[in-house]
C-alpha cells in the first residue's frame, strides 16, 4: 500500500515520470463524459429509463461527503452511470438513490422495495466528523438485515471487510477477470524494486492499498514515453 503522499521510493526511480490525477483531470473525464461540472445535471440523468416491467429492482446506493470529487451533489459515483445501465439493458430495473445518515430508518425502509442493492461508497467514509456518531455500525447491521431477508447486497459488510482493499486484486489476477501484472507492495524496498521492473514495460496505476475516493491515485510512466 501507499501513503497519501509521495513515496519515498517513487523519487529513486530512474527515467519514471510521475503525475497525480488531480480534480482538474477528473473534471476534465467527467465533462467527456457529459456529466461534470458546475451546471451539470446529476448522475441520475444519464441513466437509462427502466422497463415497465421488470422481473427485478436494483438500488444503486451513493453517499455525499465533502471532498468528494468522483460523485455528484447526491453522492452518486459517476461511474455507477454504466453500471445501472447495464442493468436496465439485461430488462432490469435500476434507480440512483443516496444514503441519508440522518435519516437511517427511511433509507432501510426504502431499500426493502427493492430485490437488491448495490454499495457505491466506502463505509469508512460514515465516520467522518460530520457524520452521526456509530453511523458505520448502523449501515453495516443495516446491510447485513438486508441480505438475511433475501435481498441481494453488493458487496455485504463481510466481503467489503476481507476484500475491500486493494490488495484483493492481486488475489485474483490469476483469474479470467483479474489482471497477472497486478502487484503489492508493503514496503519501500520491494517497492522501488517492482515498479523500476513493472514501469520498464508499460505505464502503470499506483493506488492506495485502501481507500482513496479519486485521490491518491497515481499515473506513472518512463520519461519521454
Known sequence: GLPNKTS????????????????????SAFNFMGCCGSKAPPASANVQKSPKKSKYKIAIVGLHTLGDHDKDAKGI???????????VKHGMAA???????DDHDGFVTRCLDYDGVIIRFNPLQLEAESMPKGATRRFENAMDTLSMKGKGVWSTPLVQHRMGAKDALVQIKDLKCGLPDTFAYYDEKSFADGIKKSCAFSPRVIK???????????LCWLQGK
Open 8 to 27: 519515498p521510493g517513487l523519487s529513486r526511480v530512474p527515467r519514471a515520470a510521475c503525475k497525480r490525477t488531480s480534480s482538474d483531470w477528473l473534471h
Open 95 to 101: 434507480e440512483l438513490i443516496e444514503y441519508t445518515p
Open 77 to 87: 459515483r459517476y461511474d455507477s452511470i454504466p453500471m445501472a445501465n447495464g442493468i
Open 208 to 218: 492506495q492499498n485502501r481507500g482513496s475516493a479519486g485521490e491518491g491515485i497515481w
